[in-house]
């Protein structure tokens, strides 16, 4: 299992420039989750989103410490919402979403098991403590998981895929109950010199939908150039 460094934060522009679009995200095009992953949203003045929830089979409202948690799909999220999230040191939280960036195209998406996690194979997960990539984690086969192949990693081809900006760097996103970063997370240990720093904020920015919270990027149109780092 790989981990991300500091080491490899700090390698030289040229270094990072040569690797990054085929082994950070999805490359040129950006891109992270499926849009059926399942995110934590905590209840905002009294009020649920109804509509939104009844969308997701398997929902559920869980109250700890009197904070109403909702789960749905991450294309429903909506600029606002306060998703949980999980801070360096591990302790759970909350962040408000400033935007959900979707992107369009084809992805081969990595499907965990166990999770159901659906992202794009290369995008950093934290796990006990390390950063990884979703490509470089070992699933031991034995008899059991042969004879059960729901239980070894699957693909997903998807026409769009989702990440979100949020209002705190330095914070994890809780998805299908795994730990990921975000667009513009800050973490030196999963660094990227454009989707991990406030370069992709002041692209998004420039946008169509970014005030609405809700930014498009089509194929054409994608938020770098495939010449940049």
Not at 20 to 46: I, P, R
Not at 159 to 186: K, P, W, Y
Not at 189 to 211: E, I, M, N
Request: aromatic letters at 10%; hydrophobic letters at 40%.
């Amino acid at each position: 299992m790989k981990k991300y460094s500091d080491r490899d934060a700090n390698s030289n522009n040229n270094a990072i420039a040569a690797a990054v679009a085929n082994n950070y995200y999805a490359g040129n095009n950006g891109g992270c989750f499926s849009g059926e992953c399942v995110v934590q949203c905590k209840e905002q003045d009294g009020v649920i989103r109804e509509k939104q929830l009844s969308q997701v089979g398997d929902y559920l409202f869980v109250c700890i410490h009197c904070i109403v948690l909702c789960s749905f799909f991450l294309l429903q999220v909506r600029s606002g919402d306060c998703l949980q999230v999980v801070d360096v040191a591990g302790h759970v939280g909350f962040s408000r979403v400033l935007c959900l960036a979707e992107f369009q195209g084809r992805f081969d998406l990595l499907v965990l098991p166990f999770s159901r996690l659906a992202l794009t194979p290369t995008h950093p997960l934290r796990i006990q403590g390390s950063f990884v990539r979703p490509c470089d984690l070992s699933f031991p086969m034995n008899d059991d998981l042969a004879a059960h192949h729901t239980e070894m990693p699957s693909s997903l081809i998807v026409d769009r895929v989702f990440n979100v900006v949020l209002q705190h760097s330095h914070v994890l996103l809780c998805i299908n109950g795994m730990e990921a970063v975000t667009l513009a997370h800050g973490f030196k240990q999963a660094f990227h010199p454009f989707y991990s720093t406030k370069q992709v904020l002041t692209t998004l920015k420039q946008r169509p939908g970014w005030k609405e919270g809700h930014v498009i990027v089509a194929p054409h149109h994608p938020l770098r150039n495939q010449h940049e780092y």
